[in-house]
């Protein structure tokens, strides 16, 4: 991709920004959401489970 | 020179002949008075085989709108008409109809939004949509609505516009009333309105994705490129109704004019009292010399700011007659709109903003002779004013 999504001018996007290529939000970068990384310490668990039901994508389990 | 076919027919009609010449693909709509007569002629016209399209009867003003996003989509050359409520209840899916650069045309006629309850005309309807993004042009007769209809599939598809359009037309006084028309034979609409051919479509070989989100870092350039394409569509506009003259000859313009030659009072009316104002006109330069003229707003949207300009140099007092109030604000729609176009102009004429004609009542030609006095006596006392109701009883 020559420009990232988030520099492009107006005149630069397709016609109502429709999406021509499909696949395409493989090129997108989204690792930079995040801007804290949470640790697990594993030494204060415990299991009450919450986490479990909290976390995102359920990326904790037990 | 082309061939000549006159019909008395009634203007909701010959609005519907005007669709089915342009060979609609795709008709949704939901009845509404007083637009009811030109879809279910539209109904008739497919049933009957007349007319090879899709009529899809809907529940509702919003499915209707929300199926003409998708047919429109899809490539298909697509109408619908609504008045008043319909409209109303239409309001989410029109914002997104513009965004999605989808070229549907649509006839509002024009009808007072409740309450009280009104069939009645006047334009609070279209005033209510104003910022939606549609293109919104006026017809003041039937034939002025044929023609427009038919221009406006013209002006809506092409490739440097893609933006929908309503065309204007005032409910009863227009929608209900048998007219003289000339029509275009089909071979003349085929000429000069060839198939819709879509820069994009919805089609299962050659996937899009259309109505993304537009998170905050690409939002405000979709909005820019959605604003300067209205902008721009003018021009369009403006070539299309010299191609029409050219071919027909009738001309229109983004702002028609009517006696304005040496005049120092300007009127500005929208739709079709402009008839009866342009008689108002008649009779104060014939019968009393008065130097007055008048000015008809044709295209609502994109406003012809540098045609208004031009065309009020030189005039002492202009009287904008609204048929709508924006309630509590600083005039009527069209008259805040026009102040706003002047404000940084030198030599701007007196602005007078008159309300008038709510929910059907009759503008009559000496409504429009007292406007012009009272207009003129405003400007002379420098009277400081928002807006003023005329014909309301005090």
């Known amino acids: ?62 | 020179m082309h061939k000549v076919r006159n019909l008395g027919i009634e203007v909701s009609l010959g609005i519907s002949e005007a669709v089915k010449l342009a060979d609609v693909d795709a008709i949704a709509a939901y009845p509404i008075t007083p637009q009811t007569h030109i879809v279910e002629h539209l109904s008739e016209l497919v049933a009957d085989g007349e007319l090879n399209a899709e009529f899809i009867p809907v529940e509702s003003e919003h499915s209707a709108m929300s199926v003409c996003a998708g047919t429109a989509a899809a490539g298909a050359r697509t109408y619908t008409a609504t008045s008043s409520q319909g409209l109303a209840l239409m309001n989410e899916i029109l914002f997104i109809i513009p965004a999605l650069r989808l070229p549907i045309v649509m006839t509002l006629a024009n009808r007072a939004l409740s309450g009280p309850i009104s069939i009645w005309n006047d334009h609070s309807d279209l005033m209510s949509v104003r910022d939606t993004g549609w293109i919104a042009i006026f017809a003041e007769n039937g034939q002025e609505a044929f023609d427009l209809t038919l221009q406006s599939f013209k002006i809506a598809e092409d490739h440097r516009v893609l933006l929908p359009i309503s065309v204007n037309i005032d409910g009863f006084t227009l929608s209900h009333v048998i007219e003289p028309h000339e029509f275009l034979s089909q071979e003349e609409v085929n000429e000069f309105l060839p198939p819709y051919q879509p820069l994009v479509q919805l089609n299962p070989d050659k996937p899009v994705s259309m109505g993304m989100v537009g998170i905050p870092e690409i939002f405000f350039e979709a909005k820019k490129a959605q604003d300067v394409a209205l902008i721009e569509s003018k021009a369009v506009i403006k070539e299309v109704f010299k191609d029409f003259g050219d071919r027909f000859g009738r001309y229109y313009n983004v702002i028609e004019s009517y006696r304005t030659e040496d005049a120092e009072t300007l009127l500005l009316t929208m739709g079709s009292i402009s008839e009866t104002a342009m008689e108002a006109i008649d009779v104060m330069r014939d019968e009393q010399g008065r130097r007055v003229g008048l000015l008809r707003l044709r295209l609502w949207r994109p406003f012809p700011v540098d045609e208004l300009r031009e065309m009020v140099k030189g005039v002492k007092t202009l009287a904008v007659i609204d048929r709508a109030v924006s309630f509590g604000g600083t005039g009527g729609p069209v008259a805040g709109e026009i102040r706003s176009a002047l404000y940084s102009t030198a030599d701007r004429p007196y602005v007078a903003s008159f309300i008038a004609g709510l929910g059907g009542r009759d503008v009559t030609v000496k409504d429009f002779m007292d406007m012009a006095a009272l207009a003129e006596k405003m400007e002379a006392e420098g009277e400081i004013h928002e807006y003023k109701m005329i014909g309301v009883r005090e």
């Open chain 1, 1 to 62: 991709m020559a420009k990232n999504f988030n520099e492009m001018t107006w005149k630069e996007y397709s016609l109502a920004f429709m999406v021509t290529r499909p696949g395409c939000s493989a090129e997108y970068r989204t690792g930079d959401w995040r801007s804290q990384k949470p640790v697990v310490d594993k030494s204060k668990c415990i299991k009450c489970g919450i986490w479990e039901l909290r976390s995102r994508w359920g990326s904790v389990k037990r």
